[in-house]
């Protein structure tokens, strides 16, 4: 294998070790004087993947398969509970059906038939012509019951189901292509939501509007750590006046803060971590420069005085990941 460059991850492949450790991996490829060789993401030391990664590395795979105009080598030894998970959150099925990863077959065989996770676990993906009524009803019809017999709260479910239909068709149309979407109810009864595009994501996004954007008068420039933290805050807030007539990510930051959930949006460089401990005082604020560069400044100050990474509100990195990347988590109790 040493015609490849080889991006490994070991142990528990959670949504912190893809940012904090795969991500900045990746990018020592393109920054270094490997780039002639060909790139191997490999999993064999992998024991257990999170549901909240699989988007993200879709679009990962698309991305370099859009850069080397073919799919990149993605090596899976044969594990059979690695094997069946993916079997089981339609990871194979998807990458056969757009031809992302390239993945050697000969080990993906002769595995257990049995479902060997949840029915309320699964990866979508989601294209821009549809409708967020019809992913909605997707969502209904697909994914109520069953949700609804764990947790037997008909209006939490549909609440649920309306933000992961909401974010879905965000991803979507704002990408100008797809997004996938991973979801668990998991085995503590927590249910983990992830949606990924790789679009132009939020300052691009936002820039090209012509309503109210007061992240416009911050330092604009690639080098400002506050650059992509102010865009996603525009994105939080931009729906706040009409947030009765109009469902969007203000609304969200509504119905999941209350829920003990916790909400984490990345775009670009920049990954904010919202729980209601950090956030629910601003949120019902009307926004401005002021309270932008108090938000801000709040968040700056606790990632800096965190005593772990992990802990921090806030995570900037060199590493860049194209698009809009959102991960929920609500705990439902037992």
Not at 161 to 183: D, P, R, T
Not at 197 to 214: A, H, P, Q, V, W
Not at 290 to 302: E, G, H, R, T, Y
Request: charged share 25%.
């Amino acid at each position: 294998m040493n015609d490849y460059y080889q991006v490994e991850i070991d142990g528990h492949f959670s949504s912190y070790k893809f940012y904090n450790t795969f991500l900045p991996e990746l990018h020592k490829y393109f920054n270094g004087p490997s780039s002639e060789q060909k790139i191997l993401i490999s999993f064999a030391n992998i024991k257990k993947i999170s549901p909240l990664v699989i988007p993200n590395l879709f679009n990962v795979g698309l991305i370099l398969k859009d850069y080397f105009n073919n799919p990149v080598q993605l090596f899976i030894p044969w594990d059979k509970k690695i094997l069946a998970y993916l079997r089981d959150i339609n990871f194979f099925s998807i990458n056969n059906d757009l031809e992302i990863f390239n993945i050697d077959e000969r080990f993906t065989g002769d595995i257990p038939q049995d479902r060997s996770i949840s029915d309320i676990c699964g990866t979508i993906q989601i294209g821009s012509d549809l409708k967020k009524e019809e992913i909605y009803n997707c969502y209904i019809s697909k994914y109520k019951t069953p949700i609804e017999k764990q947790l037997k709260d008909e209006k939490l479910v549909d609440r649920i189901l309306y933000v992961m239909a909401e974010l879905s068709h965000n991803g979507a149309s704002h990408s100008k292509g797809i997004c996938f979407v991973s979801f668990q109810l998991n085995q503590l009864n927590k249910f983990e939501f992830s949606v990924s595009d790789c679009g132009i994501g939020y300052r691009t996004s936002l820039l090209g509007k012509k309503e109210r954007n007061f992240f416009k008068n911050f330092n604009q420039t690639e080098t400002n750590p506050s650059n992509h933290f102010a865009s996603i805050l525009e994105a939080i807030y931009y729906r706040k006046k009409e947030y009765e007539k109009i469902y969007g990510v203000y609304s969200i930051f509504k119905d999941i803060l209350p829920l003990d959930g916790v909400i984490r949006l990345h775009t670009h460089n920049t990954q904010a971590i919202f729980t209601k401990y950090n956030f629910s005082k601003y949120l019902y604020e009307d926004p401005d420069e002021s309270l932008v560069k108090d938000i801000i400044n709040s968040f700056i100050l606790s990632s800096e005085t965190a005593s772990e990474r992990k802990y921090n509100p806030v995570r900037i990195d060199s590493a860049k990941f194209k698009g809009v990347h959102i991960e929920i988590e609500i705990p439902l109790g037992l």
